[in-house]
């Protein structure tokens, strides 16, 4: 195997500094969905306008999937399928 370049390391360091990020941003999350699971449920509009306007990499399904998946991580309920013609059903 041949050694690590240079900005193979940084990258791998950017990397990291973003996943342990994330994974803070993540708990954050996960504790506000939980006052939401006390009181009603979460309101979905403001991920949804994310995904509307979303032009990374990602696409607008890869992103609802993610959410979702963290959504139901957290135990916060599932949106109902079969509501706006414009969002998809997770997978």
Do not use: K, N, W, Y
């Not at 990020?21 to 994310?50: I, K, M, N, T």
């Amino acid at each position: 195997m041949p050694p690590e370049s240079s900005s193979d390391a940084g990258l791998r360091a950017q990397l990291a500094t973003l996943d342990r990020s994330l994974a803070a941003l993540l708990h954050e999350r996960a504790r506000l969905l939980a006052d939401f699971r006390d009181g009603g449920p979460a309101p979905r509009a403001a991920v949804e306008d994310l995904l509307r306007r979303s032009q990374g990499p990602l696409s607008a399904r890869d992103l609802r999937s993610v959410f979702g998946a963290i959504d139901a991580a957290c135990g916060a309920p599932q949106p109902q399928q079969g509501g706006r013609a414009d969002t998809e059903p997770l997978p």
